[in-house]
């Protein structure tokens, strides 16, 4: 495996730079990130064969002189093929709000080992430079198509989401709250999902910092999002199942530069409560 450093200073050597640096000074020209396989799955459309398999690994370094960048793609599999590795050099990008954006067709790879392989007609690559906790936690949205008719579209095993909770039921007053939070995990291989809701609050007398989680919820992956749906669930606080909050009539729809919409109703207190979430992966996008 390539490691961060070594990515950084092969993909320079290889773009001929005369100096890479990867601090964060104002003057910095270039930047390196990785993308683990851990990190992340594959959504694979093979020629309209959909299946789900386990991530690649995608290595990045960023030119923000010349608005371009190089990518390195290592154990790309689509259930039948392995891929070779392979770098992309070059590709131009720009800013779309904060996300550094790139649509690229007919891109010319070069495979690290010198072996053939499928040329890819189209890259869109997204990377949002996210800072959550102190600490620089980007959000890659990747999708690929190669002229075999094999399309990859990678999403993060974890996304996580900050927004708008929005509570309404009959006879009582709409609440909102930007205190909850919401952590979407995919389990690839038994294609459950579970969406943990940090600092549930449905209603103004609900306890403030109580933590929910919905498992086992039914999901498909499209090429832009991941969709939730379940018509009933017993959430868990704690790690025990809480009757009290029954979900019901649950429905989402995760994408990651476009942000999230999530609906469900919680049987809570003696009335029914609708609740829609509004969100984005970084909490001042929903200002823009």
Same mark, same amino acid.
């Given at each position: 495996?390539?490691?961060?450093?070594? +990515?950084?200073? &092969?993909?320079? !050597?290889?773009?001929?730079? /005369?100096?890479?640096?990867?601090? $964060?000074? @104002?003057?910095?020209?270039?930047?390196?990130?990785?993308?683990?396989?851990?990190?992340?799955?594959?959504?694979?459309?093979?020629?309209?064969?959909?299946?789900?398999?386990?991530?690649?690994?995608?290595?990045?370094?960023?030119?923000?002189?010349?608005?371009?960048?190089?990518?390195?793609?290592?154990?790309?599999?689509?259930?039948?093929?392995?891929?070779?590795?392979?770098?992309?050099?070059?590709?131009?990008?720009?800013?779309?709000?904060?996300?550094?954006?790139?649509?690229?067709?007919?891109?010319?790879?070069?495979?690290?080992?010198?072996?053939?392989?499928?040329?890819?007609?189209?890259?869109?690559?997204?990377? +949002?430079?996210? &800072?959550?906790? !102190?600490?620089?936690?980007? /959000?890659?949205?990747?999708?690929? $198509?190669? @002229?075999?008719?094999?399309?990859?579209?990678?999403?993060?095993?974890?996304?996580?989401?900050?927004?708008?909770?929005?509570?309404?039921?009959?006879?009582?007053?709409?609440?909102?709250?930007?205190?909850?939070?919401?952590?979407?995990?995919?389990?690839?291989?038994?294609?459950?999902?579970?969406?943990?809701?940090?600092?549930?609050?449905?209603?103004?007398?609900?306890?403030?910092?109580?933590?929910?989680?919905?498992?086992?919820?039914?999901?498909?992956?499209?090429?832009?999002?991941?969709?939730?749906?379940?018509?009933?669930?017993?959430?868990?606080?704690?790690?025990?199942?809480?009757?009290?909050?029954?979900?019901?009539?649950?429905?989402?729809?995760? !994408?990651?530069?476009?942000?999230?919409?999530?609906?469900?109703?919680?049987?809570?207190?003696?009335?029914?409560?609708?609740?829609?979430?509004?969100?984005?992966?970084?909490?001042?996008?929903?200002?823009?």
């Amino acid at each position: 495996m390539i490691r961060l450093r070594q +990515l950084f200073f &092969v993909l320079c !050597g290889m773009m001929a730079m /005369v100096s890479c640096d990867s601090s $964060t000074d @104002d003057d910095v020209r270039i930047s390196a990130s990785e993308y683990e396989a851990k990190d992340c799955f594959n959504y694979v459309n093979d020629n309209g064969t959909e299946s789900l398999q386990p991530g690649a690994y995608y290595g990045f370094v960023f030119d923000y002189v010349s608005a371009t960048y190089s990518i390195v793609v290592k154990g790309l599999s689509d259930g039948n093929t392995l891929y070779p590795d392979f770098v992309a050099e070059g590709i131009k990008w720009s800013y779309s709000g904060p996300w550094k954006s790139s649509h690229a067709t007919n891109v010319r790879a070069k495979t690290i080992d010198g072996s053939v392989m499928p040329a890819i007609m189209e890259l869109n690559i997204h990377v +949002l430079d996210r &800072v959550t906790n !102190g600490k620089l936690d980007p /959000v890659y949205q990747i999708d690929m $198509t190669f @002229d075999n008719g094999v399309t990859f579209v990678t999403y993060p095993v974890q996304m996580n989401y900050y927004g708008t909770t929005t509570v309404s039921a009959q006879g009582v007053k709409e609440f909102k709250t930007k205190e909850s939070t919401y952590v979407l995990t995919i389990d690839r291989q038994t294609r459950k999902a579970t969406v943990n809701v940090n600092n549930a609050r449905f209603a103004e007398n609900m306890p403030v910092g109580m933590n929910m989680v919905f498992k086992d919820i039914d999901f498909t992956v499209t090429k832009k999002t991941i969709e939730l749906e379940s018509a009933s669930l017993i959430p868990e606080i704690g790690g025990d199942p809480y009757p009290a909050f029954a979900i019901s009539q649950l429905a989402g729809s995760f !994408g990651l530069s476009d942000g999230m919409s999530f609906d469900f109703h919680c049987a809570a207190m003696g009335s029914d409560y609708s609740v829609n979430v509004e969100a984005k992966v970084l909490p001042q996008l929903m200002e823009e």
